[in-house]
Each structure stands twice: as structure tokens, then as C-alpha cells.
């Protein structure tokens, strides 16, 4: 599977643009000096700074604007990084809700046949092992113990997160739009394991 995830469902940073993989959100300000917080959708928290400058789109920068990061250290949930013209605080305050990008292209080519981004599962169809839909795929994170998908309900309220493995999700067909989940698969696992807890 790839290496890259995508969306914190902030429509107002959210750019609806093929050519552009999101690499991060940030979700806060960290110290005084202006460093972000930084949720970041790679497998390799340090390999956003791999392709050269990102573009910041957000409330603060709706047309897109050019940026280096440097990484400072890992904090809860993410990693610190000071973005270059934002030396206070406040402004990087502002910054929340905003997203990093990086063109397509300057990213590994995939070489699996199959291969794809994270990025490209966003607004996929969620099937169960019936072939019924039952919500569309919101967004793929990494917090530290694995993939994990999330899917917008389209029945029931709300949103639910499955882990994102083959046992789980057997099946991803980009070109037909779809995510197959087995979610019987996870509901027994989730069972097992508050039952263990329980013992």
C-alpha cells in the first residue's frame, strides 16, 4: 500500500486538484516562535521535507503559497515544524485547519501495478462484504499503531475508523471508486479484545 493519506475534512483547505497530494495538516500552534503542528499523512512522519518546497493553502493563504519546513521534534499526535515567515505564534495560530502540499510528480513513482496514494481513496465508496455501500472513505491517518481508515456514514451517523489491513480491507479498486471493509471482521475483533480487557 502507499505511503500517503489524506484529509482532516477542512473544506476550506481541501484542494480539489489531481496533480496536488496533501502531505499534512496542521492542527495547532507549538512554542512562540511560530512552529505548526503538524499531522503528517506519510508513512515517514521526516520524509515531508523529502521534496522540496510544499505549498500552504488555507484561511490565511486561499490561492496557495510557497514554503520550506524544517522539523523540529515529535509532539502528541504529530511533529513540530517551523514553516518559513511565520515567526509568531499568533499567526501560527491562524494557521489551523490549513493543509501541505506537494505536486504529484516530484513524488517515488509507484511501481506496484496495483499501487496508489491515500489520497486517492478520498471520496471512494465504502462496500461491505455484500456489495451494499454503506458510507465513503473521509480520510487514512497514521497515529502511531498503524493505518487506519475512516468512512463518513451514509445510513447511519456519524463516522467510523477501521484499521487498514488485508483482513479488514480485502479490496481497493481505484478505477471502479470502491473500498471493500469487513466490517463483521472488525466488530469481532473489537469484541475480543474489549472481552480480554474485561478478564
Do not use: Q, W
Request: hydrophobic share 40%; with cysteine.
Amino acid at each position: 500500500m502507499s505511503s500517503f493519506a489524506h484529509n482532516d475534512n477542512s473544506p476550506n483547505s481541501t484542494i480539489d486538484d489531481p496533480n496536488l497530494v496533501c502531505l499534512g495538516a496542521i492542527f495547532g500552534a507549538v512554542g512562540v516562535r511560530g512552529a505548526v503542528r503538524l499531522k503528517v499523512f506519510t508513512e515517514d512522519m521526516k520524509s515531508i521535507c523529502d521534496y522540496g518546497p510544499l505549498t500552504l493553502y488555507g484561511h490565511e493563504c486561499p490561492e496557495g503559497k510557497k514554503v520550506a519546513a524544517k522539523i523540529l521534534h515529535n509532539v502528541k499526535g504529530g511533529i513540530a515544524v517551523k514553516l518559513d515567515g511565520i515567526e509568531d505564534r499568533n499567526v501560527a495560530e491562524l494557521l489551523k485547519g490549513s493543509k501541505l502540499y506537494i505536486a504529484r510528480d516530484v513524488l517515488p513513482k509507484i511501481e506496484e501495478e496495483d499501487g496508489f496514494y491515500y489520497e486517492d481513496l478520498v471520496g471512494l465508496n465504502a462496500k461491505n462484504m455484500d456489495d451494499d455501500i454503506f458510507g465513503t472513505i473521509d480520510g487514512v491517518f497514521n497515529f502511531g499503531a498503524g493505518d487506519i481508515i475512516e468512512v463518513k456514514l451514509s445510513k447511519e451517523n456519524g463516522k467510523l475508523m477501521y484499521p487498514f489491513s488485508d483482513e479488514i480491507v480485502p479490496e481497493v479498486n481505484i478505477e471502479a471508486g470502491f473500498v471493500v471493509i469487513n466490517r463483521e471482521a472488525f466488530d469481532d475483533d473489537a469484541g475480543d479484545a474489549e472481552e480480554a480487557e474485561t478478564n
